[in-house]
C-alpha cells in the first residue's frame, strides 16, 4: 500500500468533515423526526429503537453500526481496496461515535422540513466522502462492488433492503414514520446526483479530421476506448470521421479540453448516458 502523504491527507481530512457533517445531520434533522435512513444507519437507529422500546435496553448507536458493517467492510478490503476500505472505516467509526456523543440538535419538529433539509446535509457529507475515495460504508460497499466488480447495478438489491427495513418501522412504530423516510431518503438521492457527479456518464460523438489524436487524448486522460466512425458530411458532400466514445461525467471536461486542443475544429455533441451496458475503465479507489 503505497502512501502519497499530500492526497492521503487530503482525502482524510475530508472523510473527518464528512463525518462529523453526517453525524450532524442525524441528531438535527434524522433523530428529531424518528426517521430511518438507508442502509446500515438506518437499520441502526432501527435497531437501537427496538432495544429500547420492547427491551428497556439503552444500546449505543456505534455499537449496532460497527456490527452492521462488518461484513461490507470485509468486501471492501477483499475486493476494492485497503486505503478505500480504511478511509471508510474511519468514517463508520467516526461518524458512529460522534452520533452518540453530539447532544440532541433539532432545529425544527416540521417533518417534511427535517426530510428534505437533512436530505441535503447527507448527500453533501456523502459526496465529501466520495470525493475522498471513501463511503459511508454498509450499502455503499456493496454498491460499488457491483459495479467494478459485475458491472452491475446494485439499486435494485439496496432498494429492496430498505424497503424491508421501512416496511419493519412502518409496523412497529407508525406508517407516517416510515413514509417521512422515503422522502428523506430520494431527497439524499436526488442531491447527491448534484453534488456528486462521478458515476454519471456522458456519450461523446466527435467529428474531427485528427481522428487517431482525438483518440490518444481519450486514452491517456481516461483509459477509455472509442468506435471510429466514417461517413459523409451532406452539407460539403466530403468523407468525415466520427470518434464515439464514453467516459464520466468527472473525466468530460479535461476530455474536451485536450480534444480542442488537438483539434479547434472538432464538432462535439454531448449525450447524457443514463443506461448503460458492457466494459468501462472505473478509477481504481485506491
Not at 456490527?67 to 467492510?73: A, G, K, L, T, Y
Not at 456493496?142 to 424491508?164: E, L, P, S, V
Request: overall charge positive; hydrophobic content about 45%; aromatic content about 12%.
Amino acid at each position: 500500500m503505497k502512501i502519497d502523504w499530500k492526497r492521503d491527507l487530503r482525502r482524510l481530512l475530508l472523510v473527518v468533515v464528512a463525518s462529523a457533517i453526517i453525524a450532524v445531520n442525524l441528531k438535527m434533522f434524522v433523530r428529531p423526526a424518528e426517521m430511518y435512513p438507508g442502509g446500515m444507519n438506518g437499520l441502526s437507529m432501527l435497531m437501537q429503537t427496538i432495544f429500547s422500546t420492547y427491551l428497556g435496553l439503552q444500546v449505543p448507536f456505534t455499537a449496532f453500526n460497527i456490527i452492521f458493517n462488518s461484513i461490507p467492510v470485509y468486501i471492501g478490503l477483499r475486493f476494492l481496496g485497503r486505503k478505500f476500505t480504511i478511509l471508510s472505516i474511519i468514517t463508520i467509526i467516526l461518524s458512529s461515535v460522534l452520533t452518540d456523543l453530539l447532544p440532541d440538535l433539532g432545529l425544527t419538529q416540521d417533518p417534511l422540513l427535517n426530510c428534505v433539509f437533512g436530505g441535503i446535509l447527507y448527500a453533501f457529507g456523502s459526496s465529501l466522502c466520495l470525493r475522498a475515495d471513501a463511503t459511508t460504508g454498509g450499502t455503499d460497499f456493496i454498491a460499488m462492488y457491483m459495479a467494478q466488480k459485475h458491472d452491475r447495478d446494485a439499486f435494485g438489491t439496496i432498494f429492496i433492503f430498505n424497503a424491508i427495513m421501512l416496511a419493519v418501522a412502518g409496523y412497529l412504530f407508525g406508517w407516517d414514520k416510515a413514509m417521512y423516510s422515503i422522502i428523506y431518503q430520494f431527497t439524499v438521492t436526488q442531491a447527491l446526483h448534484v453534488f456528486y457527479k462521478n458515476y454519471q456518464k456522458h456519450t461523446l460523438f466527435i467529428i474531427t479530421e485528427k481522428p487517431a489524436d482525438v483518440y490518444e487524448c481519450i486514452r491517456i486522460s481516461t483509459h477509455h476506448g472509442a468506435t471510429l466512425f466514417r461517413g459523409i458530411g451532406l452539407y460539403e458532400q466530403k468523407e468525415r470521421n466520427m470518434v464515439y466514445s464514453v467516459v464520466s461525467s468527472s473525466e468530460m471536461r479535461r476530455v474536451l479540453s485536450e480534444v480542442r486542443h488537438v483539434d479547434e475544429h472538432a464538432f462535439i455533441n454531448i449525450i447524457k448516458t443514463d443506461v448503460f451496458a458492457g466494459r468501462f475503465h472505473h478509477r481504481p479507489t485506491d
